[in-house]
């Protein structure tokens, strides 16, 4: 997404695109998956570039999550992580053993969704889910599937 058309999502909703938005979408992008607290900290040690307080990362990271251009993934059972949307349609799987954190393709979780919506009529929105669980490493019985 350029600049011309963060502005006009935003302008869309009756914001304005600020530096410091653009700059923490940038970090976002850049980040993949990060904390408020991790953007903070990388837009802080950007050479040449001024830091961005941590209140403005928060309420940055607020606006775009309501435009839609950036979501929120529970991967940490105490933070959320935030990443650009256009990142999105993906599984995290998350390891509470060692906290490796992979992904896999959200269509993994189809046949789940189905059944979830059949049973229930709650329609789960597959597309940046985190699953917690044991990597291959740290399951009894080691690497096999």
């Not at 600020?18 to 953007?39: C, D, I, K, N, Y």
């Not at 307080?53 to 775009?64: G, H, I, N």
């Amino acid at each position: 997404m350029t600049d011309t058309e963060l502005g006009r999502a935003l302008h869309a909703r009756g914001l304005r695109l600020t530096p410091q938005r653009r700059r923490v979408l940038e970090a976002v992008r850049a980040l993949g998956h990060a904390s408020a607290e991790q953007v903070a900290e990388h837009l802080g040690h950007r050479g040449g570039s001024a830091a961005v307080d941590p209140s403005t990362v928060y309420r940055a990271l607020a606006v775009l999550e309501d435009v839609g251009l950036v979501g929120r993934t529970q991967l940490d059972r105490r933070v959320p992580s935030f990443h650009a949307v256009e990142h999105g349609g993906h599984l995290h799987l998350v390891c509470d053993a060692c906290g490796e954190v992979s992904e896999a393709p959200s269509a993994t979780a189809s046949a789940m969704a189905a059944d979830v919506l059949t049973r229930t009529g709650f329609a789960v929105d597959v597309q940046h889910l985190a699953l917690r669980g044991r990597c291959a490493r740290c399951r009894p019985g080691g690497g096999e599937p």
